[in-house]
């Protein structure tokens, strides 16, 4: 087993769990569609998490080429899987199980509320991609610093201005698409 190998299973572990929360949530939405308010950009902003959760894991496959690996290495990558894990978590709303109130299914509000702890959970992660591209991939520091600065003011507008989340997550959309071309 290399040491790649050996690392990226813990990575892996919360992926996993990121990737299972997420649709869990769904799937619970889902059964419970007649009493959800639904909202395009909720739905955008899940999948867009989701396809973060994909791209770590696909970009955890190019670190197969780091030879020699430190513990701060190791760090930076568990904590960016537990941001996302975080993300994960919160992009969408839960059922509370109370029959009365039904408001917690309200997509929109959702996301201008408990919603934007999924956009302070990416903040994280993004926080976390300078290390990862400077010091284990050795790419230049203007794309390393500015895609993930970008990334965190559009986290930080969905925290700060949550009325603004419908065109927010069209914005976050069409990043996470150029963040995808680029890691691709």
Not at 35 to 43: D, G, L, N, Q, Y
Not at 146 to 171: A, D, H, N, Q
Not at 176 to 182: E, K, R
Request: proline share 4%; charged share 10%.
């Amino acid at each position: 087993m290399t040491q790649h190998e050996y690392i990226f299973i813990a990575i892996s572990v919360v992926l996993g769990l990121a990737m299972a929360r997420l649709l869990h949530n769904a799937a619970l939405l889902v059964r419970s569609h007649t009493r959800v308010s639904h909202h395009w950009a909720t739905t955008l902003w899940g999948s867009c998490i989701f396809i973060y959760i994909l791209q770590l894991w696909w970009v955890g496959w190019e670190l197969r080429l780091v030879t020699d690996w430190s513990i701060f290495d190791f760090f930076a990558l568990v904590i960016g899987a537990i941001f996302v894990y975080g993300a994960a978590e919160m992009a969408l709303p839960v059922e509370d199980y109370d029959i009365a109130d039904d408001t917690e299914l309200n997509f929109l509000a959702h996301s201008r509320t408990l919603g934007r702890v999924s956009a302070m959970s990416m903040f994280g992660y993004f926080a976390v991609g300078p290390y990862v591209n400077l010091t284990m991939f050795n790419n230049p520091p203007l794309p390393s610093y500015g895609f993930p600065i970008l990334g965190g003011t559009l986290m930080l507008l969905m925290m700060l201005k949550p009325r603004w989340f419908e065109w927010l997550s069209i914005v976050f959309t069409v990043y996470t698409v150029l963040i995808l071309y680029l890691t691709a």
